[in-house]
C-alpha cells in the first residue's frame, strides 16, 4: 500500500481515538487504542522499535520513534504527543528520525489538542517548522541584540543576557522589554534561568 493511502488510513484510525477518548490520559493509553484501531484495518506496524544511528558506517547510538508504519515507498514515522501544542522541538525531533531513515513522510499527532500534522518531504534534510511565532518589531530588536552578542563570543552556548543590558543595547523602555522577553520565552523563543539571563533557544536559532 503507498504512503498517501496509509496516511489516509492512519488519520481514520487517530479521528476515531479522538472520538471515542478524551484528552487527559497518558500518552500510551492513546498509543495503545491507536495500535488497536490500526489492527482492526489491517495496518502492520512497529510499536517503539529501536532503531540504529550510523556515522561513516559506525553505529553511534540508537533511537525510538513511537510508531512505524511499512508501506511500498518506505516506513511511515508516526510521533504521538499529549501536550497543549506543538513546538519546534517536536518537529526536530520528527525531522531527525526521518534524516536517518532517509523517509520522506511523517506525522506529528496531539491528542491534547486533537491535531494531526502531516509531513510530506521534498527534501528529506528539511522539515516546515510548525507553530513558528509570530514575532513584533519590538520582539525582532531584542532578539538581533541577543544575536549580535552570543555571534561576538567565541562559545555563543555560554553566553546569557539580562534584561538591563538588553534594554541599554535595544534603547527600548524596560516595561516594553520585560514584556517582550516574557512572551518570546513563553513562546520557546527565548529559554531564560534565574541569575542567568536569556538566550536564543537552540531549536530557533537557524529561524531568526
Known sequence: ???????????????????????????????????????????????QKRLPFYYEGQYLCSYVPDLLIPTKDGDYVLELKHKEKLRNADAI??????????????????????????????????????NQPRISEKA???IDAIK???????????????????????NL???TVKTCLRKLADQDVLTYEKGKGYQINEYNSEVF
Open 148 to 170: 549580535i552578542v552570543q555571534d561576538a563570543s567565541d562559545e555563543p552556548a555560554t553566553v546569557w543576557i539580562g534584561q538591563t543590558k538588553i534594554t541599554k543595547i535595544t
Open 1 to 47: 500500500m503507498k504512503t498517501q493511502e496509509i496516511i489516509e488510513q492512519v488519520n481514520e484510525a487517530i479521528k476515531k481515538v479522538f472520538e471515542r477518548i478524551p484528552s487527559g490520559f497518558k500518552e500510551y493509553i492513546y498509543e495503545q487504542a491507536l495500535c488497536y484501531e490500526l489492527e482492526k484495518r489491517n495496518i502492520k506496524f512497529h510499536k
Open 93 to 130: 525531533q520528527l525531522k531527525r528520525y526521518l534524516f536517518n531513515m532517509n523517509q520522506s513522510d511523517g506525522s506529528l499527532v496531539n491528542f491534547q489538542t486533537r491535531t494531526i500534522l502531516d509531513y510530506e518531504l521534498v527534501n528529506k534534510k528539511e522539515l516546515p517548522n510548525i
Open 173 to 175: 523602555n524596560d516595561s
Open 140 to 142: 525582532q530588536q531584542i
